[in-house]
């Protein structure tokens, strides 16, 4: 069985998820904060990248257990040039990082070469990864192609 296990902020990376698992025939868990961030967009700035710059783990609403999947698809926004912190949060279960097989990331530049150097230390069994540019990039045109593509990855193992 399959899942993809993200966080959204934005929505950017909940659309990217629902496209992901039509094509993979995954199941969807959002992850968010146990206590939501501001609805300010300059507190969501400073709290997200201070969290995700010095690696916190916060507290999460309460989610399913991931033990009985085979692979695990992991999604996320990049903060301060790393992952979101709730993704963190996941990758504290030790059980959840050898299934990890796949990464969709989302940001403003559409780059996460910084963040996937550290997460391929943390997950053996990374096999997928892709770039996605947030809707409002110049390039977020791109995104159906590169989802398309990884979702062909994904499905051919």
């Known amino acids: 069985m399959r899942i993809i296990v993200y966080y959204s902020l934005s929505e950017n990376t909940k659309e990217a998820a629902e496209r992901i698992a039509a094509i993979t025939g995954a199941e969807l868990l959002r992850v968010d904060f146990l206590k939501p961030m501001s609805k ?3 507190a ?38 790393k992952n979101a912190s709730p993704i963190n949060t996941v990758l504290k279960d030790m059980s959840v990082r050898g299934k990890v ?11 996460n070469d910084k963040c996937i150097a550290v997460l391929r230390k ?9 770039a996605l540019a947030d809707r409002a990039h110049e390039t977020a045109g791109d995104n159906d192609a590169k989802i398309e593509a990884f979702g062909e990855a994904i499905m051919n193992g």
Request: charged content about 20%; aromatic content about 12%.
């Open 101 to 111: 097989t796949s990464v969709f990331t989302l940001s403003g530049g559409g780059d």
């Open 122 to 130: 943390k997950l053996p069994a990374l096999r997928n990864v892709v």
């Open 40 to 42: 300010s967009k300059a």
């Open 44 to 81: 969501q700035f400073v709290h997200g990248g201070r969290e995700a710059t010095f690696g916190v783990a916060p507290k999460l609403k309460e989610y399913s257990d991931l033990s009985s999947y085979d692979e695990i698809i992991l999604g996320f926004p990049i903060w301060a040039g």
